[in-house]
C-alpha cells in the first residue's frame, strides 16, 4: 500500500513531533539543543498516533510479515481503530487505570493494538520476553502485581505462565494470542484475543491520564541479582523524538527496521514511539529463529531504508556473507545494546558505504550517547553527549575525573524537576532507587572514557573493570581486539585471581568453525593482543567454551564467568572445556 496524502498533509504530520519541543541546531545543521514540551495530560496513543489518524488515516504505519510468508499493511487509520477496539476489549473484561499488564508477544503486530490500548486506558505495560519460565513469570507477577498477561500463542510462553499461576492467584485475565494462522488461541482459562475482538465495541472516549503517571515498566536485564523494575512516565516517548528523527535518521518516507523483540525495551527506541512521532513506516519481521540470510532478503525485498540493530547481528550478517544479498536500499544503519567492535564497523561500511552510527543507553533511559544525524562518527566510539541529558564522568566520589580517564557515566538531574526520558525509579524500592540516584547524579553503573573532541569510549560495567599489576583496564578494549582474529567469534574478558600477580586478564573465548583449541593458538591470540595494543593488557589466560553464559537480552554475564572461576579449582586452561 502506498501513502496516499497531499503535500500539505505531509508537512504537518512530519513536523508533529515539533509540537513536543523546542529545538536548535548548529552551523552544520547538526541538533544542538532539545527541551521537551507538553501538556499535562499528554498520552502518545492519543495525541501522537490518533493525531495522525485524523489527519491522514490511510497513512502507511507498519508493515509486517512473518517466516510462513504472511503480510499485513496497517495504516495509522487502522492503528486507531484496532487499538480502540482492543481498549474496548479490555476494559470489558476488566483492565483499569492503573493495572499492571504483562505482554509477551515476541513481534505480532498485535503488540501494537495492545500497548497503544493500554496507553488509552491508562494501564502499566510490561513488556517481556517469551523466553520466560515459570520461575521468571512468578517472580515478576508477585514483583509487580500482575494483573493480566497478554500472551503469545507460540511456543510453551502460556505453560509456563500456567505453572506460575499455580502459584500465584492475582491474575485477574489471561489473553492468547494467535500470531499467524499457524497457531490456535484456543486454550482452557484463556481468553482468544483475536475471536474477542469481533464481539465488543471500541473504547469511545477519551480515559484522563497525566503526563506523570506510569506508563512502562521494564525488567531490567542486568548481570547480578534478580531484575529490577525500572518504570516510565508518559513522557518517555518524547524522548525518543531523537532516537528516530536525530539518531536513526528516519523521515516520513523511510521504512525502518529495528531487529529488536518486543520485550526488549530496545523496541520502545526502535519500534513505534519515535519513528510514528515523524510519520514514518515500522517493518517487522515476526520469526522465531534468527537466520541471517532471511533477515537480509527481507531487507531486501521490502526496501528496508533506515536498519538498527545490535552488534552481534551485524556480525552474523557479516559471516553470512553479506555480499550476496542487495542491501542498496538501506541508506541509514545503528546499533545499540553492546559496545560496536571497530572491525564490524569496518566490515559494514566497505560492504554497504554506510557507516554504522552507535548509541548508548539502557532501559532506564533513552540514548545518554549517540551519534547523531549529520555527524562523522569514529568506529568504536559511542557518540557524543545527547542534547536530551547533561552527563558527565566521574570517579568514586562523584568528583568528575579529565578527558582521557575512566570514570563512571552519570545523569546529572534535578530531582525538583522531571526528566524526560529518565526513568521515574525503581517501582517499589526506594533503597534501590537511591543507590543509584542520588545527590542530583544518576550512575549508570557504566564507566567510559571521553576523548578531547567530546567522544565517549565505552569501558566496561563498574564491577566488569579489571585492576591488574597497578593498571585499570576495561574489558571491551580487549574484547575488540579479539574479535579482529579469524578464530574467535565471540568472547568475554575478566579479571582472574592470581596467586602472584593478584589478578590477571582472563579471555573466555568461543571459537568459530574450522579452529580448535590448543596451545599454540593460545599463544597466537595473546601475541594478537600485545601486537594491537598495550602488552599489559594481554590476557595471560585464555580458556576456550562452547558458549558464553547471556542474559534473557543476549549480554555476556562476565560476573558468572568470575563465580564459575572461583567456585572450582585451577586446571590446565588450554583442555579445559564448557565452562
Known amino acids: ?63 509486517w510479515t512473518n517466516e510462513h510468508g504472511e503480510e499485513k499493511i496497517f495504516t495509522f487509520g487502522q492503528m486507531k481503530y484496532y487499538s480502540d477496539l482492543t481498549a474496548g476489549m479490555l476494559q470489558d473484561h476488566g483492565v483499569q487505570k492503573g493495572d499492571m499488564v504483562m505482554l509477551v508477544l515476541s513481534r505480532h503486530y498485535q503488540f501494537w493494538f495492545c500497548i497503544l490500548a493500554l496507553h488509552k486506558l491508562g494501564a502499566v505495560a510490561i513488556n517481556s520476553t517469551n523466553m520466560l519460565t515459570a520461575k521468571d513469570y512468578l517472580y515478576r507477577f508477585r514483583s ?45 482459562g484463556w481468553i482468544d484475543f483475536n475471536n474477542q475482538l469481533c464481539f465488543h465495541q471500541p473504547l469511545n472516549e477519551r480515559i484522563p491520564t497525566k503526563a506523570e503517571e506510569p506508563l512502562l515498566l521494564y525488567f531490567t536485564s542486568g548481570t547480578t541479582g534478580n531484575p529490577k523494575m ?41 519500534k513505534i514511539y519515535g519513528q510514528w512521532f515523524v510519520g514514518a513506516s515500522i517493518f517487522v519481521y515476526d520469526f522465531t529463529k534468527f537466520i541471517p540470510a532471511d533477515l537480509m532478503r527481507m531487507v531486501s525485498q521490502y526496501k528496508v531504508t533506515t536498519f538498527c540493530a545490535p552488534p552481534t547481528i551485524y556480525r552474523f ?9 542487495d542491501l542498496s536500499s538501506i541508506r541509514h544503519a545503528t546499533t545499540a545494546g553492546e559496545a560496536l567492535n571497530p572491525e564490524v564497523f569496518n566490515r559494514f561500511y566497505q560492504h554497504t558505504g554506510v557507516k554504522i552510527m552507535e548509541a548508548f543507553g539502557q532501559s532506564e ?70 543507590k543509584a540516584w542520588h545527590d542530583n547524579m544518576y550512575h549508570t553503573g557504566d564507566t567510559a572514557r571521553r576523548d578531547e573532541d567530546g567522544f565517549y569510549w565505552y569501558v566496561g560495567r563498574v564491577d566488569d573493570v579489571i585492576k ?32 602472584v600477580r593478584g589478578t590477571v586478564v582472563k579471555a573466555t573465548v568461543v571459537l568459530t568453525s574450522g579452529f580448535s583449541p590448543c596451545s599454540t593458538l593460545i599463544q597466537e591470540l595473546q601475541e594478537h593482543v600485545k601486537q594491537q595494543t598495550a602488552p599489559y593488557k594481554y590476557p595471560r589466560i585464555v580458556e576456550f567454551v562452547e558458549e558464553l553464559p547471556k542474559t534473557f537480552s543476549g549480554k555476556i554475564k562476565r560476573a558468572e564467568i568470575r563465580r564459575q572461576d572461583e567456585s572450582r579449582q585451577a586446571q590446565p586452561v588450554a583442555t579445559r572445556r564448557g565452562a
Not at 550478517?317 to 544479498?325: C, P, R
Request: charged share 20%; aromatic share 10%.
Open 144 to 188: 509487580a502485581d500482575v494483573r493480566y498477561i497478554i500472551a503469545t500463542a507460540e511456543g510453551e510462553t502460556a505453560d509456563h505462565a500456567d505453572a506460575a499461576c499455580q502459584q500465584y492467584d492475582g491474575i485477574k485475565g489471561k489473553f492468547l494470542v494467535a500470531g499467524s494462522q499457524f497457531d490456535s488461541g484456543k486454550r482452557p
Open 365 to 434: 533511559t533513552t540514548a545518554l550517547t549517540v551519534n547523531l544525524l549529520g555527524t562523522e562518527p569514529k568506529p568504536g566510539s559511542m557518540g557524543k553527549c545527547s542534547p536530551l541529558y547533561e552527563i558527565d564522568l566521574v570517579d568514586a566520589d562523584g568528583n568528575s575525573v579529565p578527558n582521557g580517564e575512566v570514570g563512571e557515566l552519570i545523569v546529572r538531574t534535578r530531582h525538583d524537576q522531571m526528566q524526560v526520558g529518565l526513568f521515574c525509579g525503581y517501582y517499589r524500592d526506594r533503597d534501590l532507587t537511591y
Open 230 to 270: 525500572a518504570y516510565h512516565n508518559h513522557t518517555y516517548p518524547i524522548g525518543h523524538i531523537i532516537s528516530a528523527k536525530y539518531w536513526h535518521g528516519i523521515t516520513g518516507d523511510d521504512l525502518h527496521m529495528t531487529v529488536a523483540d518486543t520485550g526488549w525495551a530496545k523496541a520502545s527506541w526502535g
Open 468 to 499: 591488574a599489576s597497578g593498571y585499570r583496564i576495561g574489558p571491551f578494549e580487549i574484547e575488540s581486539v579479539l574479535m579482529e582474529h579469524p578464530a574467535v567469534r565471540e568472547c568475554a574478558v575478566t579479571g582472574a585471581a592470581d596467586p
Open 317 to 325: 550478517l557479516i559471516k553470512e556473507g553479506m555480499e550476496h544479498y
Open 1 to 63: 500500500m502506498e501513502n496516499t496524502y497531499t503535500a500539505n498533509q505531509t508537512i504537518m504530520v512530519e513536523t508533529l513531533y515539533q509540537s513536543f519541543c523546542k529545538e536548535t541546531f548548529d552551523e552544520n545543521g547538526v541538533l544542538d539543543t532539545f527541551e521537551p514540551v507538553y501538556p499535562t495530560n499528554f498520552n502518545f496513543a492519543y495525541d501522537v498516533v490518533d493525531q495522525i489518524a485524523a489527519l491522514q488515516p490511510d497513512r502507511r504505519a507498519m508493515v
